[in-house]
């Protein structure tokens, strides 16, 4: 069957949530009690094959993104699986410049139209039986150029650039491809969550040791003192040897930021995520340059809502780690442009997980990025956490500290279906059960700055 | 009655669209066939009053902004006015730093977010019998700044700064409020539609011409030929003392647009519009560089998604006129912390009217700013349509070329109850009798970039 007579016939989105703020996981001083949630897309096809993919969020505002993706998923259904693969830039524009849609801008649009690109890739590679990076590696560069609008980007990477760097990383494309299968892209882990105490944080250090993890990450942000005590517990605990990392989660303003981060100089630490507000591109560079003699860089890109972000911060040199994330900017077509602009500027890719299923997706990123694009792995970090794994179909494993690379066609994004019904908001068992203080009315944490 | 009594006992949304599409009204290069649309929200409370506000959008969208402001609103339903009244913060946080919400970011969040403090504003200065411009002409200055959220912007504008400038603007603020509610804004219109013909377009310049307007925009961006065509047939209509501007909607790359503006330096335009991407504050100061010596000015606003965007715009001296939109940002908060960055970095408040109502809410910004914060009228304009305004019981008003101040209480965004009736989406007549094409499925305009 040639993927021209795989027809889209309907559409499915699932408001997913999972209570996870019963015990403050994933928690940070902006999401106090966040309920690992997706917006879970399947596209149906006339041959047996689903188009998967989730966009991941923290609770309340699910509802929001499958209520985008529904409205969106109309532009497919009815469409076959080539009149996408046969030139993908085609649905990202249908759907990001619709000429009436595009007002919506960044965040739930562009989140919603990249869960309904993310599973036509998804589609795609499972129709030629391939995990999502393979299909990746396997494209022509010029074909690859061809899926990035390059309208707002041309002054940092010109699609002769992006055609060129991935010219260059073909000779050894094999070899790499042979040896990161073996062994996959290099993981981290957060070991210091805000809630754990030194106890905890050393048992959950010593346990990742033992899997052989060497890079480990701290929340940081709300308390100077207790967070150098607790950065210097960590480091004395992981040795000078290993890599340090903390995260802010965009908690300061810039000034804030460089008090707290001049009182981290001495732990060697290996970068500073997060430190202010996901769009201040005048920060981030402030901060380079306040901190140009520092052994440490500057991360982020989580949050970053658009390539345009992106490429502001690389080009400029204001980040030295370019955190991806899989499910904030429109789907491969977007991520593709910015591994491509950090290649170009040598800026290593070390892309967010975490959440429900964004190690699954970031792991193929890692993959194309170090086998295709950067073309090496020295420097490439990949955020692990092992969180609902057992739940998914096709879990994310780690062997000596890697990534096992991925075999699965697709993402490898299905959940047990058990899971999904389980979870579904708000009439999964799950929540049904509940008291309406978590499911009715939004969800609060009054604190005294909120509660005025 | 004061206002503690007032309670919010329920909360309508009312997904308006108006088929202007049909006539491509207001038509650019990305936004095709806009059909002009509002999602309305009244908070209706127990003292017979009711808290209006509107989200403009065009079209296809509004569904997603309704959805997500009949999701805020729960946070208010409930609470009285004065709760929100003795200080606006508290609700601000509420809903912008929502712990779970936040993830979902600018855009139809922000947007949503906006709404629900947009029409708190309203009830309150109605409760007050004030038009809303005078109710904030009347706050003390650090109850305006505590009104602001201030964890990203004070490297830009502290507290204090804030306090400062609004204090200096005291003496002389009755006189400045006399004049101005004699003498409303200065206006300012668009006259140069793309689709319209050069007679058209002189006709256009002579009504506005005799209503008193010296100032006229005119949209470019697809064809450099023509545009320069244009600008001149403009320029020579209007002659050597009156103002023109170019308004590009964001179409160009930054080597595009530097050589489309190359061509523009012979005419003596006032500002050049939205050259490039809403987000892309390095591609504003590279423009700004380059045509440093031009005596034209970059002009930009109305969709930037932040006050962090706001920020950096102004700080770095990128843009040279500060378009604030009504809509766009979360409310007044957030607009009245962009007024007082842009005064103080002397960079004159030129709002962004047009679409559905925003002139009825932007001419209350301009108000204050004139009165209270810049405290001056010189070079300050204000975008004027007359679009529909024969649906609102409170239309806008322009004579001599300058906005007549509001004087009903709030913001004057009551449309007539049969005008509603009609332009409910999808069941009101005006919709439901239409081609499935216009109201099923997304309407889509196809044209060969995006039919692939």
Redesign the interface.
């Known amino acids: 069957m040639t993927s021209k007579s795989i027809k889209i016939i309907s559409a499915e989105v699932v408001d997913l949530r999972v209570p996870t703020s019963d015990h403050l996981l994933g928690s940070d001083p ?6 690992y949630s997706s917006a879970v897309l399947y596209l149906e096809t006339d041959a047996g094959l689903s188009g998967t993919s989730v966009v991941f ?5 699910t ?3 499958c ?2 993706i529904r ?2 998923a ?2 497919v259904v009815g469409t076959t699986l080539d009149d996408f693969s ?2 993908p ?2 649905l990202y ?2 759907l990001v ?14 989140m919603a139209a990249g869960a309904v690109l993310n599973a036509m890739w998804d589609l795609w590679a499972k129709s030629v039986g391939k995990p999502l990076w393979k299909l990746l590696v396997d494209l022509d560069p010029e074909f690859i150029a061809d899926c990035i609008d ?6 940092a990477l010109t699609r002769d650039e992006a055609i060129g760097i991935l010219r260059e990383r073909g000779p050894g494309i094999e070899q790499r491809e042979r040896e990161l299968t073996q062994r996959g892209p290099k993981a981290y882990c957060t070991a210091g969550w805000l809630g754990l105490s030194d106890a905890e944080i050393l048992a959950t250090i010593r346990k990742l040791q033992g899997q052989g993890f060497d890079s480990f990450k701290l929340k940081v942000g709300l308390d100077s003192e207790q967070d150098v005590e607790r950065i210097r517990f960590m480091r004395e605990a992981i040795g000078p040897a290993c890599n340090l990392m903390v995260d802010a989660n965009q908690y ?4 804030e930021a460089k008090c707290h981060i001049e009182r981290y100089t001495p732990f060697g630490l290996k970068w500073i995520e997060e430190p ?8 981030y560079i ?1 901060l380079a340059e306040t901190f140009a003699s520092a052994d440490f860089g500057f991360a982020c890109g989580e ?1 970053a ?2 390539p ?2 992106f ?2 911060l690389l ?2 040199g204001a980040i030295q780690y370019c955190q991806i994330d899989a499910v904030r900017v429109a789907g491969v077509n977007d991520v593709m442009a910015i591994i491509l602009m950090a290649a170009k500027f040598g800026v290593p890719v070390c892309p967010h997980g975490g959440g429900i299923a964004l190690c699954n997706m970031i792991q193929h990123y890692g993959m194309w990025d170090q086998i295709a694009v950067s073309g090496q792995s020295s420097t490439q970090l990949i955020e692990y956490i092992d969180f609902l794994q057992d739940e998914l179909e096709h879990p994310v494993r780690v062997r000596d500290g890697c990534y096992e690379a991925p075999t699965a066609a697709g993402w490898g994004l299905e959940f047990r279906p058990e899971f999904i019904e389980l979870h579904r908001f708000p009439e999964g068992n799950v929540w049904s059960s509940r008291e309406p203080a978590r499911t009715g ?5 009054l604190n005294e ?4």
Chains 1, 2 share one sequence.
């Open positions: 902006f999401h106090k009690q966040p309920d969020t923290v609770g309340a505002g509802d929001w993104i209520h985008g409205d969106l109309q532009l046969s030139a830039i085609g524009r249908r410049d619709h000429h009436q849609l595009r007002w919506l801008h960044d965040g739930v649009f562009r390059w309208r707002n980007i041309s002054d300061w303003g810039i000034e202010i507000a996901r769009d201040d591109v005048l920060g402030e949050h809502a658009s345009v972000i490429k502001q080009k400029s009315a939004l969800f609060e944490v700055s909120q509660a005025r």
